[in-house]
């Protein structure tokens, strides 16, 4: 079972082996997990640290692909960045479903709706918080029901 710090390193792999028109973008991570280690370490993610790490990557990388710079691809154009974004959304999401999480799922719903208002605002500067206060929700941390 993989660590949750290895949570980009397995996100890496699984894009690379699905032979999708990213696959051959993929690269080799850099730098390691940020938010999914936060998610991880919260008491809702106890029993599957690195699912929720991973979960919580997938859905970073994917805002990373519509805002920012990704860690995982490189060489791909903006097309392909949105619907590669719009893929790794969708993957995180469905991790936490499958993890029975609706509260994360909820969370993270959330997060992606606004981070695009910010943006589309030019409220950038806030995006950072408002991911490490996800993270830590996803977890369990300070999320209504969640398990302390």
Partial sequence: MP????A???LAERLRGEETPISSHVVEPEEGPGFGLLAAAGP????APAEYALVVESVREGYLLHYGEP???RGHDEDLALLAGDYLYALGIEGLAELGDAGAVAVLAELIARCAQLHAEGREAEV???WRSAALAVGGEHREGASQ
């Fill in 8 to 10: 980009l390193v397995v």
């Fill in 3 to 6: 660590e949750p710090a290895d």
């Fill in 44 to 47: 809702s993610a106890a029993s």
């Fill in 128 to 130: 950072e918080a408002l």
């Fill in 71 to 73: 860690r995982l691809l």
